[in-house]
C-alpha cells in the first residue's frame, strides 16, 4: 500500500516543474480520460510524464498487486523511466526488470511488488512464466518506443505477455516516429492519437559538414574536437569495433571519453552515463544505442562520426540536441570522396582549424559500495563527504544513489587522496568502500 500519495502539482513541486509543455497539457487529460491513446511526439518532449502522471493518478491505495506494466525496448530505458517515477515522489512503489543483471536482484526487489512495473519485453516475461507476481490487476499497459521494440524483435513477447493480461482496460502507446503499423495482438481499439510530430516548433538544430581528406577521419575528428573545446557531446559510430578504435585514439589524445554500445556489459553502460552525466567524462562515444532510450542532459552537439545508414538513425541521433527550446549542433564528418546521403543533403562545410581554449579536466567519479537497500540517502552521502572528507559545497558534485551502490562527482585533484581518506567509513550502519571509478 502506498503511503503519502501525492498529487500533480505536489509531484511538479517536487520535479522543479513550474509548466508544463504543450504537448503534456493535451497529453494528460486524455490519456487520463481515454481507453486507447497513441502519443506520437519527438525525442526529449517530455512522454515519460506525460503518460506517467495519468498513469499514477489511476493507481488504487489499496491494492498490493502490480497495477501498471510498461514495456520497453532497452534497459537504459528502463532505467531512465523507474528514475523519473521515483523522482516523482509518488507514494506507489515502482521497479525496472531488465536483461543484463543478475535474476537474482529482480527477485529482492520484487518481493514486495510494486505498484508500477517496467521493463524489457524478454525479462518481464521471465517474470511472468515464473509466476512471480498476480497478473489480475494489471489494468495499464504502456508501451514505450512501441516502434523500437517491433525493430529489435520484441514482437513475440509482447504479444505473450499482452495475451496474459486478462484485466488490461487502458493502453497507452508512445513514439517519435510516425507511421508505424500496430500489430493487431496489442487490441488497440479505435485509439485517440496525440500527434505533435506535426506541431514542432522550427528546428533550432544546424547541420554542418566536416570535410576529412583521408578515409581515416581520426585526426579530423580529434580537429574537431578540439575546435569546439570543453562542452560535452556525442560521437556515434555505427559499430561497436570503430567505437574501440577511436577510444584507443582518443585516449592517445588524451580527450576524456566514455563508451557505450550494445557489446558491452550493462554494468559498464551504467557507468558510462554516470560518467558522463557529472562531467568526468567530455564525450560519449556510441552506437545507435544512444540515440534514445538513455537519461543525459541535452547536448550542444553531436557528431556523426560514421555517416548513418537510414534516415531514421540520423533523425534520433539528431535529436539529442536541440531538445525542446534549445539550440543546437550536428555535425557529419565526410571522407572528401564520399557521397552523403540524399536525407542528409548538403550542409554547410565548415573551418576547424581554429582551437578553442581548453581547461583541463575538473571532475572525477567515486565509487561507494552501499546504496538504497542499506537505507543510505543523498543527504548521507554528502553529509560524509562534507564533514569527514572536508569537501566544501562547490567541490561535491553530482551524487547518483543506486539500489547496491552509489557515485559520486569530486575534483580530479583530490578524488585519490579523497578515497584513501573515506574508504571504509561507515555510512548508516554499513562499513562502505571508497574507490575512484
Known amino acids: 500500500m502506498a503511503n503519502n500519495i501525492k498529487d500533480q502539482q505536489d509531484i511538479l513541486d517536487k520535479l522543479n516543474i513550474h ?28 512522454k515519460t510524464l506525460a503518460f506517467l502522471l495519468p498513469l499514477i493518478k489511476g493507481l488504487k491505495v489499496d491494492c498490493s498487486d502490480v497495477q501498471a506494466l510498461i514495456l520497453v525496448p532497452s534497459r537504459e530505458l528502463a532505467i531512465q523511466i523507474e528514475q523519473v517515477a521515483r523522482d ?17 536482484k529482480d527477485k529482492i526487489e520484487i518481493k514486495h511488488v ?13 517474470h511472468f512464466n515464473s509466476e512471480r507476481f498476480s497478473l489480475t490487476n494489471i489494468k495499464t499497459l504502456v508501451l514505450d518506443e512501441f516502434d523500437k521494440s517491433l525493430e529489435v ?22 513514439s517519435a516516429t510516425q507511421g508505424v503499423e500496430v500489430p493487431g495482438f496489442v487490441r488497440l481499439n479505435k485509439p485517440t492519437i496525440i ?13 554542418k559538414q566536416v570535410v576529412s581528406p583521408t578515409n581515416s577521419k581520426f585526426q579530423t575528428l580529434l580537429k574537431l574536437l578540439q575546435h569546439l573545446g570543453n562542452q560535452q557531446g556525442i560521437v556515434f559510430c555505427n559499430v561497436r569495433d570503430n567505437i574501440n578504435l577511436v577510444s584507443r585514439y582518443l585516449e592517445k589524445n588524451h580527450i576524456s571519453h566514455s563508451c557505450f554500445s550494445g557489446g558491452m556489459e550493462q554494468k559498464d553502460r551504467e557507468r558510462s552515463l ?12 556510441a552506437t545507435d544505442l544512444a540515440a534514445r532510450g538513455i537519461d543525459i ?3 550542444n552537439f553531436i557528431i556523426h562520426y560514421e555517416l548513418p545508414y537510414a534516415y531514421e538513425e540520423f533523425t534520433h541521433r539528431n535529436g539529442r540536441t536541440a531538445r525542446v527550446n534549445a539550440k543546437g549542433t550536428a555535425y ?28 583541463p579536466q575538473y571532475w572525477e567519479t567515486l565509487f561507494i559500495s552501499g546504496g538504497r537497500k542499506d537505507k543510505i540517502s543523498k543527504g548521507d552521502i554528502a553529509g560524509l563527504f562534507f564533514k569527514e572528507g572536508g569537501l566544501t559545497k562547490d567541490q561535491l558534485g553530482i551524487i547518483e544513489l543506486k539500489q547496491d551502490c552509489a557515485f559520486v562527482a569530486v575534483p580530479l585533484s583530490i578524488a585519490s587522496a579523497l578515497s584513501d581518506k573515506l574508504n571504509n567509513s561507515r555510512l548508516k550502519k554499513k562499513k562502505v568502500r571508497v574507490s575512484v571509478l
Open 195 to 207: 500527434n505533435y510530430l506535426d506541431k514542432q516548433v522550427k528546428s533550432k538544430l544546424t547541420i
Open 274 to 285: 554516470i560518467k558522463f552525466r557529472n562531467g568526468t567524462s567530455q564525450i560519449l562515444l
Open 88 to 104: 516523482m515522489g509518488s507514494g506507489f512503489k515502482v521497479n525496472a526488470v531488465y536483461g543484463g543483471r543478475p535474476m537474482s
Open 114 to 126: 510494486p505498484a508500477i512495473l517496467i521493463g524489457t519485453p524478454g525479462r518481464i516475461l521471465d
Open 153 to 174: 524483435g520484441f514482437e513475440q513477447e509482447m504479444k505473450t505477455i499482452i495475451s496474459q493480461l486478462p484485466a488490461l482496460n487502458k493502453r497507452i502507446l508512445t
Open 19 to 46: 509548466e508544463l509543455n504543450p504537448m503534456q497539457k493535451e497529453a494528460i487529460p486524455i490519456i487520463e480520460t481515454t481507453t486507447n491513446t497513441v502519443l506520437l511526439s519527438p525525442t526529449g518532449s517530455g
Open 297 to 299: 542532459p541535452e547536448m
Open 332 to 359: 557529419v564528418i565526410k571522407w572528401e570522396k564520399e557521397t552523403l546521403p540524399d536525407f542528409i543533403g548538403s550542409p554547410k562545410i565548415v573551418n576547424i582549424n581554429k582551437k578553442a581554449p581548453v581547461e
